[in-house]
């Protein structure tokens, strides 16, 4: 590990949805030293949860320790982007992490947004960081291009990692393998902020509304009148509302009803009913 810890070998078992095996994952492999003799791909097509199966059976059959799924929403066979449905497909396969203590790693792309909270950046549903335990970020180095930066959004299990720095170079065999370049303090909010003094409306409105809501639910009238107060268009706060996953609903009945908003909870259960 980049810490000098040593690792845990076993066979890994990948599912990629969109590089090329022999064009791109062979040469990356090659790069990184890897064993291939302990890697193995399903070249079957298969969603969550309905090919669970087939996964759980090559993965035992080779003895896996870890699974890749690399992009996750590629073999999500129901819609990413709704929130029980997402739990309904990935609840087995966390189930069968934990019976087996085989590690899960899926992978997902970052959605267009551009908000500045890191924990709702992740394309689909809030859902996905909602079953696992620990949420990992890469980004640009905020001051070189050159670097990327490895760091958690999420931590169930223990406290937060320490973020590190890495260099995508190039390989003798024309792939990319990575080199370790330390530890640093950014944070993911930090790698995910828009560059200083070019923000815009849209944005101000992802941190006006998420600030509000950090501490539970607010009423609708009151989101307005602090929105007008800083001069924040409430159609803007509408679409920002969209983008982060905001949930509303009414309580009471009659004159009298009042509409809540209220943030995503990224730690709530997983478990659904039948």
Known sequence: ????????????????????????????????????????????????PDDLAVVARAAVK???????IDPLTVFLGRNANSDQAVRQALTPLRQFAERTNIAVVMIRHLNKSGGRR????????IGIVAAVRSALLIAKHPDDSNLRVLCQTKSNLGPMAP?????????DNGAVRIEWRGECDLTADDLLAPPKGNGNKLDEAETFLTALLASGPV??????????AQ????????????????????????????????????????????
């Open 1 to 48: 590990m980049p810490d000098g810890t040593p690792g845990r070998q076993g066979g890994v078992l990948l599912l990629i949805g969109e590089d090329s095996i022999a064009k791109t994952l062979q040469l990356r492999l090659h790069a990184a030293g890897a064993d291939l003799g302990r890697i193995a791909c399903v070249t079957k097509v298969v969603s969550f």
């Open 163 to 171: 973020s590190l720095i890495f260099e995508p170079v190039t390989a």
């Open 62 to 68: 080779m003895s896996a320790n870890m699974i890749v």
């Open 231 to 274: 001069a924040i268009a409430y159609r803007t706060v509408e679409r920002a509302k969209g983008l982060l996953g905001v949930t509303s609903r009414r309580e009471g009945f009659g004159p009298g009803s009042v509409v809540l908003w209220e943030l995503p909870n990224a730690d709530s259960p997983t478990e659904v009913g039948p």
């Open 118 to 125: 890191a924990m709702y950046r992740g394309s689909g549903s």
């Open 219 to 228: 009423e609708q009238v009151e989101i307005q009148r602090q929105a007008a």
